[in-house]
């Protein structure tokens, strides 16, 4: 950030300079959410939000404002998402903590969320409800806090997803619900443990596509929670297979999945045994979670 042709040496880095002057640089560097972006960052560092951006707009920022803009500035320019560089992210009307050990939720993984408790209504005040691939927690604990009475636990094989998942049962005062590292199922083995519903966000998409992602997906999000081998549907299969063994009678499955996957995972969950086979769009249109029950 320095003065620029036509412009004073001396000038003061206002709320309104700083703006003008990073919005440019993304646009220019082609990023579709230019002006969103550097206003997130700018809020992020002042502490205030968007509207005051607008009423302090001549406020000059002092050199330990500028410096932590910078920083922040940067690291978005090259590609870092702007949930990481915030710490947050908000699903389903809750702020979740998010840094680059979990995936980032998406507002198309609430589908799924939609999808298991209009398929349990039957079951709001007494449910037992496992998540699998829980990464933040995202979909265990909006199941928890919209079903104060059930109880969740969220499984994700990756120690340090788990742990960023147990930080934000703590934040958002899910106590109904518990985190546990696990590769799926493998730690419910030989407990004699049903569940009423069984949800899964896992990994799924196919492994020569990764490198086609978005720079902020590809260079920063864990390749654990992206990958799902060949074609996609590797833990698919796993879960659609193990699921029976830890489903209850009359027991929900439901799934996410990628668009042009529906029909495949359907395929898998009938194959097995289940149920009353739905897919459900998201509100992009595409097929989003496939869901099942399981009556034996």
């Known amino acids: 950030m320095t003065a ?46 968007r509207i005051k951006l607008l009423v302090d707009a001549e406020r000059p920022l002092d050199k330990a404002e500028l410096a932590r803009y910078r920083e ?16 947050v992210r908000e699903f389903y009307g809750r ?14 993984t609430e589908t ?49 997803a788990a742990e960023v998942a147990r930080e934000n049962v703590v934040r958002l005062g899910a106590t109904n619900c518990a985190i546990g590292v696990s590769d799926l199922f493998s730690a419910l083995e030989g407990r004699g443990v049903v569940f009423d519903l069984v949800t899964a966000n896992p990994p799924y998409i196919p492994e ?12 920063f999000e864990p390749h654990l929670a992206l990958s799902g081998g060949s074609d996609g ?13 830890f489903l209850a009678p009359g027991g929900v499955i439901a799934v996410e999945v990628m668009s042009g996957q529906a029909e495949d995972v359907s395929a898998l969950f009938a194959a097995q045994g289940f149920t009353a086979i ?7 249109g595409h097929e989003r979670v496939v869901s099942g029950a399981w009556k034996p």
């Open 4 to 49: 620029t042709r036509g412009e004073a040496p001396g000038e003061a880095w206002t709320i309104r300079r700083v703006l003008a002057w990073a919005v440019d640089d993304l646009k220019k560097r082609a990023f579709t959410s230019a002006r969103l972006d550097a206003e997130l960052l700018l809020c992020h560092v002042l502490r205030i939000d």
């Open 72 to 87: 922040l500035f940067l690291r978005r320019r090259n590609g870092e998402p702007i949930a990481y560089l915030l710490g």
């Open 95 to 108: 702020p979740f903590r998010v840094d680059r050990r979990v995936l980032i939720p998406r507002p198309d």
């Open 112 to 160: 799924l969320v939609e999808v298991a408790l209009a398929r349990t209504r039957h079951l709001d005040l007494s449910a037992r409800v496992l998540d699998l691939c829980t990464g933040s927690g995202c979909v265990a604990i909006s199941l928890a806090r919209e079903r104060p009475t059930t109880c969740v636990l969220g499984l994700d094989l990756s120690p340090d």
């Open 208 to 219: 020569a596509e990764i490198d086609t992602l978005a720079v902020d997906i590809r260079g």
């Open 233 to 245: 549907l590797v833990l698919l299969r796993r879960i659609a297979a193990e699921a029976p063994r």
């Open 278 to 284: 739905e897919i459900q769009k998201d509100l992009g």
